[in-house]
């Protein structure tokens, strides 16, 4: 059974810094692109990062991207999101999701797996 597990999330103040954690099981995440998206109520789900599958190359949203740093740690089967000088509009829940492909995508439709999400508050 696949399962991705977020954690990490939680409140935080403007120009603060988190790290979230997808710990997969029942999928080996050197064989899949990894990304994270986000997504608040009322609002479509966004892409924030994705890291490929054969090469550790990423991509970001621009909204993100001077801020955030998407890793995988192999070993541990677990990918992270680095999320520094967080902004009030960076809360939302985030999700891991994954995708056997070389370089995933920045839709969420083209992700089989998804983890359930973690919250993320930012005060200002």
């Known amino acids: 059974q696949v399962r991705l597990v977020e954690s990490g999330g939680g409140l935080v103040q403007t120009g603060d810094s988190l790290r979230l954690a997808c710990a997969a099981s029942?999928?080996?995440?050197?064989?899949?692109?990894m990304a994270w998206f986000r997504q608040t109520p009322g609002e479509e789900r966004k892409f924030v990062a994705r890291?490929?599958?054969?090469?550790?190359?990423?991509d970001y949203a621009d909204s993100v991207e001077d801020r955030f740093t998407i890793s995988r740690d192999n070993a541990k089967n677990t990918v992270y999101l680095q999320m520094n000088r967080l902004k009030p509009e960076d809360a939302a829940t985030y999700y891991c999701?994954?995708?056997?492909?070389?370089?995933?995508?920045?839709?969420?439709?083209?992700?089989?797996?998804w983890g359930q999400g973690t919250q993320v508050t930012v005060s200002s």
């Open positions: 999701a994954a995708q056997n492909s070389a370089f995933g995508s920045s839709l969420p439709t083209g992700y089989p797996y």
């Open positions: 890291v490929y599958r054969d090469y550790d190359s990423t």
């Open positions: 029942g999928l080996t995440i050197s064989s899949f692109a």
